[in-house]
């Protein structure tokens, strides 16, 4: 048994299925990064925490709490169109106020789980993948095998990840 001939649109066809996983996949990478940035713990997460709000930077969660903290989005907008410099403390914390109050942590958290699951039902569809391969005498692996496993723990990790 020899390794399978592969046609061009069959190749075209897996590359695009593969990468709309992977774009799926990175989505709900930079969510859970963009919360991890908000909620996470500094010892852990390794980065300063809420510095996206201090940059300034367009989240999900940001876009959210614009779209529903009601009598305080002009406040919010001010806060954040502010130089970093410029920006205190409390400001920065009462956009994550505004962010609790108004679900867009939880938003983020079920966006996120949304886009992992999505990327699960894509790996399901990358035929071409192997459930379960032994890894080649050459390879140097800890496990004995690698395989489609292997990704679906990735996708896993990407949203389960607290750091």
């Known amino acids: 048994m020899g390794t399978p ?17 992977g774009m799926v996949l990175g989505i709900a990478f930079q969510v859970q990064d963009d919360l991890l940035n908000l909620v996470g713990k500094m010892e852990k997460y390794g980065k300063e925490i809420a510095g996206d709000i201090y940059e300034g930077k367009r989240t999900i969660m940001l876009n959210h709490v614009l779209c529903h903290a009601g009598e305080h989005i002009p406040v919010i907008k001010e806060i954040i169109c502010k130089p970093r410099s410029e920006k205190k403390k409390k400001e920065v914390d009462f956009i994550l106020e505004q962010m609790h109050v108004n679900g867009s942590i939880r938003y983020g958290s079920v966006l ?23 890894v080649m005498p050459a390879e140097k692996w800890a496990c004995e095998t690698v395989d489609k496993r292997l990704i ?8 389960a990840r607290n750091v």
């Open 5 to 21: 001939a592969w046609k061009e649109e069959d190749i075209l066809e897996n590359l695009a299925k593969l990468t709309e996983f």
């Open 152 to 159: 679906r723990e990735l996708v896993y990790y990407v949203v």
């Open 112 to 134: 996120a789980e949304r886009f992992a699951a999505k990327a699960l039902s894509l790996l399901e569809e990358l035929n071409f993948l192997q459930e379960k391969t032994p």
